[in-house]
C-alpha cells in the first residue's frame, strides 16, 4: 500500500509484476481472489495441509531435558489428531479494572488471554521535566541503574531470574515520566512480579554498577555528539525553551552526568520514585484477582517508608513574542535545518489534529516531500513530528539540506507549512494520513 504514495512506487510495483507474474495488474486480480475467500475454504485448506503427518517442529530451550522432546511431540500429535477445534467465541470489548492501593498506589488491570503473556508497567511522573541543568540526565542513569540489582538481589540475579522466564526486564526514562517494564510469560507473572516490586522498593545502587552506568551514558553522549542531526535538535530545544527543562537533552551533558553520585541518585529517587506515587498496569493473561492481592501486599507494605515530597514546578516559559533564531557552524557538508512552532500538551484536543498535520507534511507524498524534495531539490532527508509534553512541546520540521540551500530550505519549509494552514487539505490526504498513527497503535 505504502508504494502507491508515489509515481516512483507504482512504476516500481507494475514493473515488478510484469517481469515476475507476467501481469502489470497481478496485485489487483490476486487481491480480488483472496476477497471471494470464506471461511469454509480457509478450513479446508487447513485440514489439507496441517495435518499431524506434514508438521516439522523446533523447540529452542534454556535447558536440556532429556523429557522435553518425547513429551512435546506427544502433546502435539495429541492436539492435532483430536477432534476439529470448536468456532471461536465472538471477542467482547474489555474495559480496564483500576484499584487505589493501600498506601496510595494506582493499580490497572486490562485482561486479555488472547495471548499467553503479561506486560507490566509501573510509571511515575518524572523525566526531563524535574531535571535541572546540574542534575541533567539523572533520571535516564536512574532508569538505566532500575534493574541493575536490588539490596537483596545481584544484577546478574535479576536479570538472570526474568530470563528464566522467558522474560525481559528494563528502566525507561523520558521527558515526562520515568518507570519500569517487564515483559514475561503468563504463568511466571506472580514470581516475576516479585523481581518486579523489589527492583521498584529496594534499588541498591551498588557503587560499581552506578560507575558502570555513568561510563556508558558518558560513552553514549560522546557517539552523538558528532552526529548533526542531535546536534541541530539540541540547538533548537535549547533555542525554543528558555526556562523550562524540555530545554534540556534527556542524556544529559558530559559535565552534569559526571558529576552524579551515589547518594545523589538514591535521594531522588526516594523523593519522587516511592510506591505511593506509581502507577501500575498490567495486561494479557491475568490472574486478576491474584495479582490485585499480590501488588497490596508488595507495594502497600513499601508505602511506610515513603518520603514526603512536592514534586518540582518547572519554571513557566516566557511567551513566545517574535521568531527566534539561532545557528550553529560545523565542518560538515550536510546542513540541518530545524523550523518548529508553539505546540499543545498531551491532554488537548488539538495533539491528534496536530499528528495527522505532521503526516500530512512529511509522507512520502506529503506537502514537504513534493514541494522541498521533487519540487525543488532542496532536501535530501526530511521529517516532521508534533512533540506534545504535560507543559506545552513544539510542533518541528527538519530538513537535511546542502550548505548553501539552508536559507532557501527554511523559506520553503515555512511557505508550505503556512499553506496547510490557510489552504488546507483535501479530505482524501487528511484520510490517508491518519492511517499513520492508526497503523502504530494496531
Known amino acids: 500500500m505504502h508504494q502507491q504514495e508515489t509515481v516512483q512506487g507504482q512504476a516500481r510495483q507494475l514493473g515488478y509484476f510484469a517481469s515476475v507474474a507476467g501481469d502489470p495488474e497481478f496485485d489487483r486480480r490476486y487481491l480480488e481472489r483472496v476477497q471471494r475467500i470464506d471461511a469454509a475454504q480457509v478450513m479446508a485448506a487447513a485440514r ?39 468456532r471461536a467465541p465472538v471477542a467482547r470489548a474489555v474495559v480496564p479494572t483500576r484499584w487505589r492501593l493501600p498506601g496510595g498506589a494506582r493499580l490497572v488491570l486490562l485482561p486479555d ?19 535541572t541543568a546540574a542534575s541533567n540526565g539523572i533520571n535516564n542513569l536512574l532508569a538505566a541503574l532500575a534493574t541493575r540489582g536490588t539490596t537483596s538481589r545481584g544484577a546478574d540475579e535479576v536479570n538472570g531470574a526474568i530470563e528464566r522466564m522467558a522474560g525481559s526486564i528494563a528502566g525507561f526514562s523520558g521527558r515526562n515520566s520515568f518507570g519500569l517494564r517487564l515483559d514475561v510469560l503468563a504463568r511466571y507473572q506472580h514470581e516475576a512480579l516479585d523481581v518486579l516490586a523489589d527492583c521498584i522498593c529496594s534499588p ?3 557503587p560499581s554498577e552506578v560507575a558502570g552506568r555513568r561510563r556508558e551514558a558518558l560513552d553514549e553522549l560522546e557517539a552523538l555528539a558528532d552526529d548533526p542531526v542531535t546536534i541541530a535538535l539540541d540547538l533548537f530545544a535549547a533555542t525554543a525553551y528558555r526556562r523550562h527543562p524540555y530545554r534540556l537533552n534527556p542524556l ?11 547518594e545523589q541518585l538514591a535521594a531522588y529517587h526516594r523523593r519522587y520514585f516511592t510506591p505511593d506515587r506509581m502507577v501500575f498496569v498490567a495486561t494479557g493473561d491475568l490472574d486478576v484477582d491474584g495479582l490485585r492481592a499480590r501488588c497490596a501486599r508488595l507495594f502497600g507494605a513499601a ?3 515513603r518520603v514526603v515530597a512536592r514534586p518540582p514546578a518547572p519554571a513557566p516559559e516566557p511567551a513566545v ?19 518548529g512552532y508553539p505546540g ?8 491528534h489534529a496536530l499528528e495527522l498535520l505532521a503526516a500530512l507534511l512529511a509522507g512520502q507524498g506529503g506537502r514537504l516531500f513534493l514541494d522541498l524534495r521533487d519540487g525543488q531539490g532542496l532536501a535530501y532527508r526530511l521529517g516532521a513530528f508534533s512533540q506534545e509534553g504535560i507543559e506545552p512541546g513544539q510542533f518541528v520540521i527538519h530538513v537535511a539540506t546542502a550548505a548553501d540551500k539552508v536559507m532557501r530550505c527554511s523559506r520553503a519549509s515555512r511557505r508550505t507549512s503556512r499553506r496547510c494552514a490557510t489552504i488546507g487539505s483535501p479530505p482524501t490526504s487528511c484520510a490517508a494520513c491518519s492511517a499513520t498513527p492508526s497503523a502504530r497503535i494496531k
Open 48 to 86: 489439507r495441509y496441517l495435518t499431524a503427518e506434514r508438521l516439522s517442529l523446533v523447540a529452542l530451550t534454556s535447558y536440556a531435558d532429556p523429557r522435553l522432546e518425547p513429551d512435546l511431540r506427544q502433546a502435539v500429535l495429541a492436539a492435532l489428531r483430536g477432534p476439529p477445534a470448536a
Open 113 to 131: 488471554p488472547s495471548l499467553p503473556i503479561v506486560v507490566m508497567r509501573a510509571a511515575w511522573l518524572g523525566g526531563l521535566r524535574y531535571e
Open 204 to 206: 541498591a545502587f551498588r
Open 252 to 262: 544529559g551533558t558530559p559535565r552534569s552526568v559526571a558529576s552524579l553520585r551515589r
Open 303 to 305: 508505602a511506610g517508608r
Open 321 to 339: 513574542r517574535a521568531p527566534r533564531w539561532a545557528e550553529l557552524t560545523l565542518p560538515k557538508e550536510q546542513a540541518q535545518v530545524v523550523v
Open 344 to 351: 499543545t500538551t498531551l491532554r488537548h484536543r488539538d495533539r
